[in-house]
Nanobody, 125 residues
Framework: VQLQAFGGGLVQAGGSLKLSCAASGRASGDTFNTYYMGWFRQAPGKEREFVAA????????NYVDSVKGRFTISRDNARNTVFLQMNSLKPEDTAVYYC???????????????WGQGTQVTVSS
């Protein structure tokens, strides 16, 4: 499974961005809605951090506390795409954002089996 994330960019504090992650290909027997999808981010000099994740049916969503109320994860299984709407962005949100796919419900990066290439989000103050 290949994941391609896009939609990053430079935005002023308080602004918004919407990230998308498109999935293509599949492991034998899998479809996009087989996977629990997550977003992670990694700022320079810091470890990769869980941001948000969504179950296969979209009914259960988890967020890291620092983005609750500002970020919204969603998915469109018909389009094999997961989204991350980011509002009220802060300079501390600056990072490379990665989408990832897991076969289990988890916020642990090591449990995700497929990763996108990352898209840079920079928030200026």
């Amino acid at each position: 499974v290949q994941l391609q994330a896009f939609g990053g960019g430079l935005v002023q504090a308080g602004g918004s961005l919407k990230l998308s992650c498109a999935a293509s290909g599949r492991a034998s027997g899998d479809t996009f809605n087989t996977y629990y999808m997550g977003w992670f981010r990694q700022a320079p000099g810091k470890e990769r951090e869980f941001v948000a994740a969504i179950t296969r049916d979209g009914n259960t969503i988890n967020y890291v506390d620092s983005v609750k109320g500002r970020f919204t994860i969603s998915r469109d299984n018909a389009r094999n795409t997961v989204f991350l709407q980011m509002n009220s962005l802060k300079p501390e949100d600056t990072a490379v954002y990665y989408c990832a796919a897991s076969r289990s419900v988890t916020s642990t990066a090591s449990n995700y089996v497929y990763w996108g290439q990352g898209t840079q989000v920079t928030v200026s103050s």
